[in-house]
């Protein structure tokens, strides 16, 4: 069964920058498209960015020109570099496929954007 850990999160000024990684525990992770996903606190779970199995990448608007999401197929991980945080980026993070599949939901990364 293939499993999804993420990793990377934590504590960031304003304007700094993280990056979050998505390792999967089987090859098959290289042939789906894979998505960022977010949750803050009392907020829905939002794409925030997704990735398909050639590396053609779309955002969503808000973090446009901000994030960018890849891919290293060998390694069968996905990452999310984000630059430019503000404090409303603070959400706990998952990657899964796109569209998600409840199997694939892990624990999260949280990434807390405050000064």
């Known amino acids: 069964q293939v499993q999804l850990v993420e990793s990377g999160g934590g504590l960031v000024q304003p304007g700094g920058s993280l990056t979050l990684s998505c390792t999967a525990s089987?090859?098959?992770?290289?042939?789906?498209?894979v998505g960022w996903y977010r949750q803050a606190l009392g907020k829905e779970r939002e794409l925030v960015a997704r990735?398909?199995?050639?590396?053609?990448?779309n955002y969503a608007e808000s973090v446009k020109g901000r994030f960018t999401i890849s891919r290293d197929n060998a390694k069968n991980t996905v990452f999310l570099q984000m630059n430019s945080l503000n404090p409303e980026d603070t959400a706990v993070y998952y990657c899964n496929s796109y569209p998600p599949a409840m199997r694939y939901w892990g624990k999260g990364t949280l990434v807390t954007v405050s000064s």
């Open positions: 089987g090859s098959i992770f290289s042939s789906v498209s």
């Open positions: 990735i398909t199995e050639y590396g053609f990448a």
